[in-house]
């Protein structure tokens, strides 16, 4: 069975909120993806999503841009990503997920991109500009390798389409909080509670909320109405400073949950 299907599974059984956060790989350079990777397990992350850096990331705000900016200037390319997680592969059990655009994939080349991801043991994939629509192209591959999609509703998705999402594939939905980029905000959507209340009624797949996420009280918070939450751009800026105290604070916050 797929990593992430048992890491739900077994949260589920302990009542536990999963917390996923996130890094742009090759930020600080290769050796330190690696680091953090075993440093995330052990602070208890449920799993952990690894960004390529892409040189028009139009999903993400300045933290993140930053970020990749850093890894392209350290000439990281996504197959020195896939060669790093295949070597941190023996040394960590949780789920990796690697969150890039369509355009590497492209450039590298559909079918190769999903074997290699595969032999190096990643267990999800999250592509912010690949539409259900267009996701044949890559469904067959990535369910050779069993690797699973991830995909994504918005505060604009309709019922109709978070249904047809929602009913797709396994690992989880991940539950786009805010109608813009990513990054650190003060507030959320008044909306977003009934927002993820209503996905959590139509989605059998667990719920994972993403996006503005970045202190422990919001993660708390947000993570009330669903099964708990990625943290991208604060985790980012924590690893830039070093500041590992503060991670493993966020992180552990939600483990500590009673719920
Ligand atoms: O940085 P934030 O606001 O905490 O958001 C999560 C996020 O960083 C991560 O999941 C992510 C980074 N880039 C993305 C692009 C699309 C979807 C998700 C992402």
């Given amino acids: 069975m797929n990593r ?15 917390f996923v956060p996130y890094i742009m790989a090759g930020d600080g350079g290769l050796e330190k993806l690696m680091e953090r990777i075993v440093f995330l397990e052990s602070c208890g992350a449920t799993a952990v999503e690894i960004g390529i850096p892409f040189s028009d990331p139009v999903a993400d705000g300045p933290t993140i841009q930053a970020a990749g900016l850093r890894a392209l200037n ?34 590298y080349g ?7 991801a595969s032999k190096a043991g990643v267990d999800g994939c999250i592509i912010p500009d690949l539409p259900i629509e267009e996701e044949d192209l890559l469904l067959p591959h990535f369910e050779v390798a069993d690797i699973e999609l991830i995909r994504l509703v918005t505060l604009t998705s309709s019922n109709e389409r978070i249904k047809e999402i929602a009913s797709k594939g396994k690992g989880f939905l991940y539950a786009v909080t ?36 970045s202190t422990s009280e919001q993660a708390q918070e947000i993570s009330q109405y669903c099964d708990g939450v990625v943290v991208g751009s604060k985790i980012v800026d924590l690893f830039h400073k070093n500041n590992l105290d503060e991670i493993e604070k966020l992180i552990k916050s939600i483990k500590m949950m009673e719920i």
Wanted: proline share 4%; net charge positive.
């Fill in 4 to 18: 992430l299907t048992k890491a739900f599974e077994r949260l589920k059984k302990k009542d536990e909120k999963a």
């Fill in 178 to 213: 805010v109608t813009g980029i990513t990054g650190a905000r003060a507030k959320f959507h008044a909306q977003v509670e009934n927002y993820l209340k209503n996905i959590k009624e139509i989605s059998s797949l667990p719920v994972l909320a993403g996006f503005g996420i």
């Fill in 110 to 116: 559909i079918a190769s991109f999903i074997e290699d």
């Fill in 74 to 107: 350290e000439g990281v390319t996504l197959k020195a990503v896939l060669q790093t997680i295949l070597n941190v592969r023996p040394i960590v059990s949780i789920p990796i997920i690697v969150m890039t655009y369509m355009n590497p994939i492209y450039a």
